[in-house]
């Protein structure tokens, strides 16, 4: 199995940048895929990106598509996630999730085995 570490969380104005980190020890990080997802508080979890087996390039929601990044370093194991033009609906705990088997829903929750303690993100209006 895989363990995961986000890092990065914090406070920040509207508009404002951060950069979070996931990182992955334990079996072969290139065996799986790796996602954000992030939830408010008496909100569902929700999907914000994922990697997958079938695209070259990362699956965005489209509430956060053209101002979230994600980037992977396996030599690190570790995938960061480049927040900017950053809103207070984005206020949430972010997760990174990991599986190690196809699936064409990439955007449910339960379809990861793995997932990391959470960074808490505040962003102020």
């Known amino acids: 199995q895989v363990q995961l570490v986000e890092s990065g969380g914090g406070l920040v104005q509207a508009g404002g940048s951060l950069r979070l980190s996931c990182a992955a020890s334990g079996r072969t990080f290139s065996n799986y895929r790796i996602s954000w997802f992030r939830q408010a508080p008496g909100k569902e979890r929700e999907f914000v990106v994922a990697?997958?087996?079938?695209?070259?390039?990362?699956l965005y929601a489209d509430s956060v598509k053209d101002r979230f990044t994600l980037s992977r370093d396996n030599a690190k194991n570790t995938v960061y996630l480049q927040m900017n033009s950053l809103k207070p609906e984005d206020t949430a705990v972010y997760y990174c999730a990991a599986r190690s088997s196809y699936t064409s829903d990439y955007q449910r929750a339960a379809n990861y085995a793995y997932w990391g303690q959470g960074t808490q993100v505040t962003v102020s209006s």
């Open positions: 990697t997958t087996w079938t695209t070259s390039s990362p």
